[in-house]
């Protein structure tokens, strides 16, 4: 987008989206069985695949993971109390560092702050949140990177013993991240018994957007120049793009537990791959007889199974044979994703819904608290009753059923951006968020919801998150 086509969103603002109803285990969110579990696992390791590659967006600096330590590192807080009081429970406590953890007066607090954060110590403060050590096992500290390494080997090694990984990291980051994989690379090759293609990729410059003040002007920095920000995680929507391989998972950098807990994690990732392919077989089975000829009982099979499996459901449809057969190919023929959904325990983020379309018809959508407009009866209804939230747990599946690649910037709706406010040293802002990545880059997209239990979700938002069972041994 242009300026004036960015200052211009800033002034509009994004339409509001019309939620029909939460995506609840009644409709919209598949539960599955232990059976249905087996044989998605089955058909995962069976199902013909063109390559496959664990995507990891990684980019972010752990600067909010700290916010409350650096709050109380002058003056000590409750977060900065409880940090100097369980040191010794973190991976990145060294005694020769800290010194014997103690409860501790206001000095030792402020001490402890300042050797995990700035330079005087570990400078965890300006390090990405992926190379932070995260767990202590026995003979070992391994960073959060390091765990979806092991991960990996789990769910996603292919026939000749490869993982394929990407991770979506800052440049100024890259020494960092090559490091921390050498550090473990051949440690985990040899204990798992495989090969790592790790690659590491960035998001592009040219999708950063402008801010602007709150009279909706330019933001203009010290020297004159209007501030330019990252456009948030939709903008790896062209990171994604670039993949060959076709089958994909996502799973964010922070959201990794114990190697004791990676029985279920690896099991429920391999039910969403298994789901995911049975999916894709399902939809080019469909077009192909498509392309051998349009019968009307195809037509209402193809349409029940829509409504029934994807929530896709139209207002009306063209009587015309043809007209009708290419509305509902056009709806098969998309690239597919397969979501994780855990019960709604609370944690910030966002959750799935039905939406209805501009063209009438409703699908099965990702939605951010920013996206539903509270002042709609209908929407506030729709999310008091949500049950489910979204942990970021995908699965893709990005070629077309004659085996080529879909262009999924063609998939992406321009209109389901938001608007955040955020400050530049000291000052307000608005920023301009392109559509999430699971968000509306991925709007136009088959979409199916699974449940996946909670044990499965350990996201570590703030330092003391690492505390938590999931991340304790």
């Not at 695949?49 to 590192?73: E, H, L, N, Q, Y």
């Not at 026995?138 to 390494?149: G, K, N, Q, V």
């Not at 506030?380 to 999924?408: I, M, Q, S, W």
Request: hydrophobic share 40%; proline share 5%; with cysteine.
């Amino acid at each position: 987008m242009t300026t004036e086509e960015q200052i211009s969103c800033f002034k509009k603002g994004f339409p509001w989206l019309e939620i029909v109803a939460p995506a609840t285990a009644a409709r919209g969110i598949e539960v599955s069985s232990e059976e249905s579990r087996n044989e998605c696992v089955d058909y995962a390791s069976k199902a013909r695949v063109a390559g496959r590659v664990k995507f990891v967006p990684a980019s972010g600096a752990a600067s909010r993971m700290f916010k409350d330590i650096f709050a109380g590192m002058e003056r000590p807080n409750d977060s900065v109390r409880r940090l100097t009081s369980d040191l010794s429970r973190f991976a990145f406590y060294d005694p020769d560092l800290f010194g014997s953890p103690v409860a501790g007066s206001d000095d030792d607090c402020t001490r402890t702050a300042r050797l995990l954060l700035t330079d005087e110590g570990l400078a965890y403060g300006s390090k990405p949140k992926g190379v932070l050590l995260f767990h202590r096992y026995e003979d070992e500290c391994r960073t959060a990177f390091a765990e979806h390494l092991v991960e990996g080997q789990e769910y996603m090694r292919g026939a000749d013993g490869g993982v394929d990984l990407i991770f979506t990291i800052s440049p100024e980051h890259k020494a960092l991240f090559e490091e921390a994989l050498a550090k473990v690379k051949d440690v985990f090759e040899k204990r798992y018994g495989v090969h790592y293609n790790v690659k590491f990729t960035y998001q592009d410059p040219a999708t950063d957007t402008i801010a602007v003040d709150m009279n909706n002007e330019p933001f203009l920095c010290e020297d004159g120049s209007i501030l330019h920000r990252p456009a948030g995680h939709g903008a790896l929507i062209y990171n994604l793009n670039a993949l060959e391989q076709e089958l994909v998972s996502i799973k964010n950098i922070d959201n990794v537990a114990v190697e004791r807990l990676l029985p279920v994690t690896s099991l429920y990732k391999k039910v969403l791959m298994g789901r995911a392919l049975q999916l894709r077989d399902a939809i080019f089975g469909y077009l192909r007889k498509l392309d051998e000829g349009v019968t009307e009982e195809l037509l209402d099979e193809i349409e029940k199974w829509l409504d029934e499996t994807l929530c896709i459901r139209f207002d009306s449809l063209p009587d015309e044979l043809q007209a009708r057969a290419a509305v509902l190919r056009g709806k098969l023929d998309r690239p597919i994703r397969v979501c994780g959904m855990v019960r709604n325990l609370g944690e910030p983020g966002g959750g799935p819904f039905i939406v209805k379309g501009s063209d009438g018809s409703t699908s099965l959508q990702i939605l951010e608290s920013v996206q539903i407009n509270m002042d709609d009866p209908q929407a506030a209804g729709a999310l008091a009753g949500a049950t489910h939230f979204n942990p970021v747990d995908l699965v893709c599946c990005l070629r077309n059923y004659r085996g080529e690649k879909f262009d999924l910037l063609r998939h992406v709706d321009p209109n389901a951006g938001f608007i955040s406010f955020k400050s530049y040293q000291g000052r307000e802002l608005k920023a301009l968020e392109l559509p999430g990545l699971w968000n509306g880059a991925m709007s136009d997209w088959n979409t199916l919801f699974v449940e996946v239990p909670v044990e499965t979700f350990n996201p570590v938002k703030v330092v003391l998150d690492l505390l938590r069972e999931a991340h304790q041994n």
